[in-house]
């Protein structure tokens, strides 16, 4: 197969559907707000997991979703917050698309960080980069996300600009 196919499968996706299930399973105890930052790897570890011909007696679970993490960390209500959020900032990107029209570094800055927006909730399904995980990435992967939100935030700067300039942009 292709890129390693049902063995590359086997090996990483397999196993992350188990991580994946064995945190929502521990979730489930406080859908609706979760378990808190961080806590749900001490519940995870507290039963044995399989997965293949592997077992692990106290594993070291981290779900490698941001999307699981924030579910387990803050519930089904922070997870729906953080969604809106970010459907915010979508709609801020496809306005400020439309204004800035085609030319010039502000409609360049203004595609690039939707494109960025679309990358970052597509990789949010792989990994925990954009909110780092402390079990996973620790303290040193917020340095690679906080370039992220701080020129996501630049959208605003710009939306600020249209509106000291009347709009004139």
Do not use: C
């Amino acid at each position: 197969g292709y890129a390693g196919g049902e063995a590359e499968w086997t090996v990483s996706g397999g196993s992350r559907i188990a991580l994946i299930e064995r945190v929502v399973e521990v979730t489930m105890r406080n859908p609706l707000t979760g378990l808190g930052p961080a806590a749900y790897r001490a519940y995870a570890a507290m039963k044995p997991l399989g997965y293949g011909n592997a077992f692990w007696v106290v594993p070291a679970v981290n779900s490698h979703n941001n999307y699981v993490d924030l579910f387990a960390h803050v519930g089904l209500l922070g997870l729906g917050l953080f969604l809106w959020f970010m459907g915010e900032i979508a709609a801020l990107g496809g306005r400020l698309h439309v204004r800035q029209g085609r030319q010039g570094f502000l409609a360049g800055f203004v595609d690039g960080m939707l494109a960025a927006w679309a990358g970052s909730m597509a990789l949010m399904m792989l990994a925990d980069w954009i909110l780092p995980h402390v079990y996973n990435i620790g303290f040193p992967g917020f340095q690679a996300s906080v370039l992220l939100w701080l020129f996501l935030g630049g959208l605003l700067v710009v939306e600020r600009l249209g509106q000291e300039e009347g709009e004139t942009r």
